[in-house]
């Protein structure tokens, strides 16, 4: 029973939806995640650091002041909707090359429609292969002899 609460544990972090939304305050809080949208000076300016045409970037704030933006990026996201992966490189981004910036928030009624989901398809397949004697029920070996 244990392994089943780990296993369903394990399937909300792994299931999350988040979504962004613009900040409440000006200044967002050390160690939430945001995404930059750059302007485009910001755009052009950035190209050799973070590679051409990137309209966002997505990861952890480290610090954040009325000059600029200290990121842990996590990835960018091109004019076109590409998605390139980074691996938290720090990345420091001044304001006046920001157009917005937005903080990612956690979409709880998706995330729990997605584990309900996959709780009971977990469920259902497991009742249906019980059934038919491919999972072991526990109740022993063969019947004794006559």
């Not at 945001?34 to 485009?40: K, Y």
């Not at 996201?77 to 992966?85: A, I, L, N, P, R």
């Amino acid at each position: 029973m244990m392994r089943c609460v780990f296993v369903v544990l394990a399937m909300w972090c792994a299931t999350a939806c988040y979504y962004y939304e613009p900040l409440a305050t000006p200044q967002p809080v050390a160690g939430s995640y945001v995404s930059a949208t750059l302007n485009d000076l910001g755009t052009d300016t950035l190209s050799r650091t973070i590679g051409p045409d990137v309209r966002s970037i997505r990861g952890r704030l480290l610090t954040s002041d009325q000059e600029a933006l200290r990121l842990s990026v996590t990835g960018v996201t091109s004019h076109h909707g590409e998605s390139v992966t980074w691996k938290g490189e720090a990345l420091t981004v001044n304001r006046m090359y920001v157009a917005g910036v937005e903080q990612r928030r956690l979409a709880r009624g998706r995330t729990a429609l997605i584990v309900g989901a996959t709780l009971a398809a977990v469920l259902t397949t497991y009742k249906v292969f019980q059934g038919v004697g491919l999972i072991p029920t526990g109740s022993g070996g063969p019947p004794p002899p006559k």
